[in-house]
């Protein structure tokens, strides 16, 4: 190999290891993923992580973005050993982080490389992340709100009420799948009356939650009234709570299905339940065998604290005055869930509609 050569494959490894930073910094992780080779391995044992192909690499990393508040990546020149078509490296990284769930720090790390010649060019063939200092203290600075998600989400004043459009609704939608639940975007609320039919089978025991979706969208009363399925809600209207109080906790925490909506839904695939009595919060949290939400568009919100800043001014208040109407006293968020991800694939299907219903 000659000295010109060589010092061209030191550029472009080099600027490999600064597209990679710039990829995970812009949350672009189909660029990201396409700086590995076709069976390229991205491992991190710390986190722990072990993503294997182009198509890991790309779910993986957008798994681990939707957990972010926000990111910092900071890549500093290492060392490069060529070796014809092949070469081995290291990259000195600095990360600032916090998580939507209040984790954060500051980690100063090694990236052991192999990096592999192709056609479209260097590529790494394997990144092995080694942590070699971690800092967990609070962090004393935040992100701007104005620049949370950029480019994602520019500057704009966000609304409770208006229908997410089509972009944003299928961000949410990749983002949700990525984390584990199935998800689908409907026209309008018959399209989700007719989905609830086919995935919900006759006989089964089905909760509903109390919820203003599932009554308008005409659910509610499918499931509870038509006598298709063995719906708990009816069943514990009849027993006596101060003597049946176990036998409703029981039906309440584990049917075969939960069918409800949620106050919000983010962009990074989270969604946000909020209850004033606890009583629906463990069956959509993984009691009930299988799960299914109904949400309006205008319930997507970018982020969480978007989403907690949805229940306490716009769904709260709304939700307090039908309580008041029906049971004579406010409502109030006395448990909130909130669902980052689906552990077990295929439990819980999230129903995306491209209207506004309930609040």
Same mark, same amino acid.
């Given at each position: 190999?000659?000295?010109?050569?060589?010092?061209?494959?030191?550029?472009?490894?080099?600027? %490999?290891?600064?597209?990679?930073?710039?990829?995970?910094?812009?949350?672009?992780?189909?660029?990201?993923?396409?700086?590995?080779?076709?069976?390229?391995?991205?491992?991190?044992?710390?986190?722990?992580?072990?993503?294997?192909?182009?198509?890991?690499? !790309?779910?993986?990393?957008?798994?681990?973005?939707?957990?972010?508040?926000?990111?910092?990546?900071?890549?500093?020149?290492?060392?490069?050993?060529?070796?014809?078509?092949?070469?081995?490296?290291?990259? @000195?990284?600095?990360?600032?982080?916090?998580?939507?769930?209040?984790?954060?720090?500051?980690?100063?790390?090694?990236?052991?490389?192999?990096?592999?010649?192709?056609?479209?060019?260097?590529?790494?063939?394997?990144?092995? @992340?080694?942590?070699?200092?971690?800092?967990?203290?609070?962090?004393?600075?935040?992100?701007?709100?104005?620049?949370?998600?950029?480019?994602?989400?520019?500057?704009?004043?966000?609304?409770?009420?208006?229908?997410?459009?089509?972009?944003?609704?299928?961000?949410?939608?990749?983002?949700?799948?990525?984390?584990?639940?199935?998800?689908?975007?409907?026209?309008?609320?018959?399209?989700?009356?007719?989905?609830?039919?086919?995935?919900?089978?006759?006989?089964?025991?089905?909760?509903?939650?109390?919820?203003?979706?599932?009554?308008?969208?005409?659910?509610?009363?499918?499931?509870?009234?038509?006598?298709?399925?063995?719906?708990? !809600?009816?069943?514990? %209207?009849?027993?006596?709570?101060?003597?049946?109080?176990?036998?409703?906790?029981?039906?309440?925490?584990?049917?075969?299905?939960?069918?409800?909506?949620?106050?919000?839904?983010?962009?990074?695939?989270?969604?946000?339940?909020?209850?004033?009595?606890?009583?629906?919060?463990?069956?959509?949290?993984?009691?009930?065998?299988?799960?299914?939400?109904?949400?309006?568009?205008?319930?997507?919100?970018?982020?969480?604290?978007?989403?907690?800043?949805?229940?306490?001014?716009?769904?709260?208040? %709304?939700?307090?005055?039908?309580?008041?109407?029906?049971?004579?006293?406010?409502?109030?968020?006395?448990?909130?869930?909130?669902?980052?991800?689906?552990?077990?694939?295929?439990?819980?299907?999230?129903? %995306?509609?491209?209207?506004?219903?309930?609040?």
């Amino acid at each position: 190999m000659n000295d010109f050569q060589a010092i061209a494959d030191r550029v472009e490894i080099e600027a %490999l290891r600064g597209e990679f930073t710039d990829a995970a910094m812009m949350r672009d992780r189909p660029r990201l993923a396409a700086l590995f080779t076709p069976d390229g391995a991205l491992r991190m044992p710390n986190i722990p992580a072990e993503l294997l192909g182009r198509e890991e690499i !790309r779910a993986g990393g957008e798994r681990l973005q939707s957990q972010w508040d926000f990111f910092v990546q900071t890549t500093h020149p290492g060392t490069i050993v060529l070796d014809g078509d092949t070469a081995t490296g290291r990259a @000195y990284i600095q990360e600032l982080a916090r998580t939507l769930d209040g984790r954060q720090g500051l980690n100063y790390a090694v990236y052991h490389d192999r990096y592999q010649r192709t056609a479209e060019g260097w590529r790494f063939a394997e990144r092995v @992340y080694e942590v070699r200092y971690l800092d967990t203290s609070p962090l004393a600075g935040t992100a701007p709100r104005s620049a949370q998600d950029s480019p994602a989400h520019p500057t704009q004043a966000v609304s409770f009420t208006d229908p997410a459009p089509a972009e944003r609704l299928e961000r949410t939608a990749a983002a949700l799948r990525a984390n584990g639940f199935a998800a689908e975007i409907l026209d309008d609320a018959a399209a989700a009356r007719r989905r609830v039919d086919d995935l919900v089978p006759e006989g089964s025991s089905v909760l509903t939650g109390a919820s203003e979706t599932l009554r308008l969208s005409g659910i509610d009363e499918d499931l509870n009234t038509s006598g298709r399925y063995d719906a708990i !809600r009816p069943r514990v %209207l009849t027993i006596d709570r101060a003597t049946g109080a176990d036998e409703i906790r029981k039906l309440l925490a584990t049917p075969e299905f939960v069918v409800n909506s949620v106050a919000a839904v983010t962009e990074t695939g989270s969604l946000v339940l909020a209850s004033g009595s606890g009583s629906q919060v463990p069956a959509n949290a993984g009691g009930a065998a299988h799960a299914v939400w109904i949400v309006g568009a205008q319930k997507v919100v970018p982020d969480l604290s978007t989403a907690l800043r949805r229940v306490e001014e716009h769904a709260l208040p %709304l939700e307090s005055a039908r309580a008041q109407a029906v049971y004579g006293m406010p409502s109030a968020v006395n448990r909130l869930l909130v669902l980052n991800a689906e552990p077990r694939p295929g439990r819980g299907t999230v129903l %995306l509609l491209r209207h506004a219903i309930g609040y």
